[in-house]
């Protein structure tokens, strides 16, 4: 545990840390890299190696033929920026607990994306009211449903509606928007996927948020643009 893999040919400068004690075989494209934990912090090394002045050493070592490539020989030219050794765990803790965050909302992201298929799925299928349901050709679905060919229902086949720009707003003839559109049943099935859609929106839009200041907080660590002594003094 706690030594790191680098990825060496090809997609060259990928790097994670080893958080398993199962043992395990490692292809020949990556590298294992085993730190000395009394001079540095495995989290750290990993972290310092992701960063731009790490990629920038990585792939000023690394030769390119048919595809990029680094050697174990190279890879132990690459010099890394190294503070003292309780700075490094605060660096690496403060990225941590940011990733973790990221992770969160990824595990959020996924579930919402699970629950509006299933949502989806169900309303497709049973409707919003729970009702009785029939076996038919395309499955089983409510009773007070129909099937119909798409054809049946349009009077000169299917047309797209017209955007105007906000300058245009105030004048002219009304514009029907969705909310205009569906009613009764229709309208609350709509209502309850649109919920799922702003939810995965917003967690879409944290979870970038969380990702930009990741890589701005590894950013101005790495360089030590950020004192992390106050950090220091409450973590160590």
């Not at 803790?93 to 699970?114: F, G, P, V």
């Not at 499955?139 to 720009?165: H, L, R």
Request: aromatic share 6%.
């Amino acid at each position: 545990m706690e030594d790191i893999l680098l990825t060496k040919v090809g997609t060259v400068g990928n790097v994670a840390i080893i958080e398993t004690s199962k043992n395990f075989s490692i292809f020949v494209q990556v590298a294992l890299i085993k730190p000395k934990l009394d001079e540095v912090d495995s989290r750290f090394l990993m972290y310092v190696l992701h960063s731009r002045c790490g990629q920038e050493e990585i792939a000023s070592k690394s030769s390119q033929s048919t595809m990029r490539f680094i050697g174990t020989q190279k890879i132990a030219t690459i010099k890394i920026p190294l503070p003292p050794l309780p700075e490094q765990k605060t660096i690496a803790h403060t990225l941590r607990t940011i990733q973790k965050a990221k992770e969160t909302r990824q595990r959020e992201l996924e579930l919402e994306r699970e629950r509006k298929a299933a949502l989806m799925q169900y309303l497709f299928t049973h409707g919003a009211h729970n009702e009785q349901r029939e076996k038919n050709k395309i499955g089983k679905i409510p009773k007070s449903w129909s099937i119909v060919p798409f054809k049946s229902i349009t009077v000169s086949g299917t047309q797209n509606g017209i955007y105007k720009s906000k300058e245009f707003y105030g004048r002219g003839y009304q514009i029907a928007d969705m909310k205009d559109i569906f009613k009764g049943e229709i309208l609350e099935i709509v209502v309850t996927l649109q919920a799922c859609d702003r939810k995965i929106q917003a967690l879409e839009k944290e979870l970038t948020l969380i990702d930009e200041l990741f890589h701005a907080m590894l950013e101005q660590l790495m360089t030590g643009k950020i004192s992390t002594q106050p950090l220091t003094e409450t973590y160590v």
